[in-house]
């Protein structure tokens, strides 16, 4: 069974950067449909924020485009999820699963941005 183990969450202040991982107990260089991180904030539902493809183009809402940056590590079966400018309204836990999703989800990692 897929588990998918995503971490570096915490709080920050607005404009402020973090950096999630996503470890994957599978040869993520198999997965040939999108890697994906999602949100989901309190009181909505959750949304996908940005996927990568296996041959890594990417796709993002537009509220992050320029912000965040996702990659895959393929000899470390990590995804990665670069968040850079920081808003309260990104404000979510966040979690990574394929795109569409199709393990079961993770913990995830909550990111919480002060203003």
């Known amino acids: 069974q897929v588990q998918l183990v995503e971490s570096g969450g915490g709080l920050v202040q607005s404009g402020g950067s973090l950096r999630l991982s996503c470890a994957v107990t599978?040869?993520?260089?198999?997965?040939?449909?999108?890697m994906g991180w999602y949100r989901r904030a309190p009181g909505k539902l959750r949304e996908l924020v940005a996927e990568?493809?296996?041959?890594?183009?990417?796709k993002y809402l537009d509220s992050v485009e320029g912000r965040f940056t996702i990659s895959r590590d393929h000899a470390e079966n990590t995804v990665w999820l670069q968040m850079n400018d920081l808003r309260p309204e990104d404000t979510a836990v966040y979690y990574c699963?394929?795109?569409?999703?199709?393990?079961?989800w993770g913990p995830g990692t909550q990111v919480t941005v002060s203003s």
């Open positions: 990568q493809t296996w041959d890594k183009s990417t």
């Open positions: 699963n394929t795109s569409p999703q199709y393990y079961s």
């Open positions: 599978k040869n993520i260089s198999t997965i040939y449909v999108p």
